[in-house]
């Protein structure tokens, strides 16, 4: 399972692969239980974990160096039902975050994200995009003016009655 294709969706709790999306929606598997569902874009939203950043004090951070830190600090994670653990938790594993913009339901997510996804044995690395050599740029020339032909001066005919 590639982390690439983990999802995010609204209304529906824990992680899922996306298996295939259709115009009107995706199929899903769930990372915790393996059941395959239809989740419609009228009442869910996909967010993909590659695509999730997180607020600190510099720059948004991936959630995969969130992850990264997570698995640097080893040891146990902290009991998502209390809200100042896993707030103490952060502030020890990422200091940088910024605590006014994650909620603690954002830091419990993660926390739960990070657990399923070790469960899963899930290897947790972002997408490399191949690098492309840069193409050679040529010079545009201004074109020419275009020289305009004369005017044809033309000469009405009176009508005579």
Same mark, same amino acid.
């Given at each position: 399972?590639?982390?690439?294709?983990?999802?995010?969706?609204?209304?529906?709790?824990?992680?899922?692969?996306?298996?295939?999306?259709?115009?009107?929606?995706?199929?899903?598997?769930?990372?915790?239980?393996?059941?395959?569902?239809?989740?419609?874009?009228?009442?869910?939203?996909?967010?993909?974990?590659?695509?999730?950043?997180?607020?600190?004090?510099? %720059?948004? =951070?991936?959630? +995969?160096?969130?992850?990264?830190? *997570?698995?640097? &600090?080893?040891?146990?994670?902290?009991?998502? #039902?209390?809200?100042?653990?896993?707030?103490?938790?952060?502030?020890?594993?990422?200091?940088?975050?910024?605590?006014?913009?994650?909620?603690?339901?954002?830091?419990?997510?993660?926390?739960?994200?990070?657990?399923?996804?070790?469960?899963?044995?899930?290897?947790?690395?972002?997408?490399?995009?191949?690098?492309?050599?840069? %193409?050679? =740029?040529?010079? +545009?020339?201004?074109?020419?003016? *275009?020289?305009? &032909?004369?005017?044809?001066?033309?000469?009405? #005919?009176?009508?005579?009655?």
């Amino acid at each position: 399972m590639e982390y690439s294709k983990l999802v995010a969706v609204t209304g529906l709790p824990g992680l899922y692969e996306l298996i295939s999306s259709k115009s009107d929606g995706a199929v899903v598997r769930s990372l915790e239980d393996g059941s395959t569902k239809f989740a419609a874009t009228r009442s869910h939203n996909f967010s993909h974990l590659e695509s999730i950043e997180i607020y600190t004090v510099n %720059e948004n =951070v991936n959630l +995969v160096d969130i992850f990264h830190a *997570i698995e640097k &600090a080893g040891g146990s994670l902290p009991d998502v #039902k209390n809200n100042d653990a896993v707030k103490k938790y952060f502030e020890k594993v990422f200091p940088d975050m910024d605590f006014e913009k994650v909620y603690a339901s954002d830091m419990k997510k993660m926390v739960k994200w990070y657990d399923v996804l070790k469960k899963n044995n899930v290897e947790i690395k972002l997408t490399e995009v191949p690098e492309e050599e840069p %193409e050679p =740029v040529e010079e +545009v020339k201004e074109p020419e003016p *275009i020289a305009e &032909a004369p005017k044809k001066k033309t000469t009405r #005919k009176k009508k005579t009655e």
